[in-house]
């Protein structure tokens, strides 16, 4: 009989330590499901995120409970916020990722002529670290880019920004910092009209992702 009861105790313990142990690994699968679902959203995500936050645009937000609110894009980080609530998402402290969607408004196709004209446009020339003259290329060159092919909404530049350059960067994040030959260093920048009329940009420096949706014609 004690022997039948000790037996019984041994099954009790090791159900309870198989079950605990079910439950610890349940949940790191879990929390990993949850971080790898995170962090795709967020590269898919981050490309609107930040051109929002570049072009001072707003954000429309919702959950997966059919609420729809407005992030206003001019003094605040959207960026910041997005990161932050798929933090929460990681950590379990929401139950689930917002949806983000730009609002269009009448200067975004501005700012997406602008662009074309930009990526058709400008030059980047100058010396390497050796004394290496470096002939002017277009930024698309530059950046180890396909050939620049023009946009006509917002919805091909999320794809266009979306593409992944010769070194496996994001188009996106090639194009934050321009400089000399797809680095960071300053270089003289023109603007070449189509008339071949040359118009100097910068004698020595580097362009932003905000100035490539600037007028500089």
Not at 28 to 37: F, I, P, S
Not at 109 to 123: A, E, G, T
Not at 125 to 137: C, D, N, R, V, Y
Not at 183 to 206: A, C, H, M, P, V
Request: charged content about 25%; some cysteine.
């Amino acid at each position: 009989m004690k022997i039948f009861k000790k037996l019984i105790a041994i099954i009790a313990v090791t159900s309870i330590l198989t079950l605990l142990f079910i439950v610890i690994i349940s949940t790191e699968y879990v929390n990993e499901k949850r971080r790898d679902k995170a962090l795709k959203y967020y590269n898919e995500i981050s490309v609107t995120v930040i051109l929002a936050d570049t072009l001072g645009m707003d954000l429309e937000c919702s959950d997966n409970k059919g609420n729809t609110w407005v992030m206003n894009g001019n003094n605040t980080s959207l960026l910041d916020i997005v990161t932050q609530d798929i933090a929460d998402y990681i950590s379990g402290n929401k139950k689930s990722l917002h949806s983000y969607k730009i609002i269009e408004n009448e200067n975004m196709q501005k700012y997406i002529d602008n662009f074309n004209d930009n990526m058709k446009h400008i030059r980047i020339s100058g010396e390497s670290g050796a004394g290496i003259p470096i002939p002017p290329k277009t930024i698309s060159e530059g950046e180890g880019m396909e050939e620049f092919k023009e946009i006509k909404n917002f919805e091909e530049l999320v794809n266009y920004m979306h593409k992944v350059t010769k070194n496996g960067e994001y188009y996106l994040y090639a194009l934050s910092l321009v400089g000399l030959d797809g680095s960071g260093f300053n270089g003289r920048i023109t603007y070449i009209s189509d008339n071949g009329e040359e118009k100097i940009l910068r004698d020595s420096g580097r362009l932003s992702l905000f100035d490539l949706f600037e007028n500089w014609e």
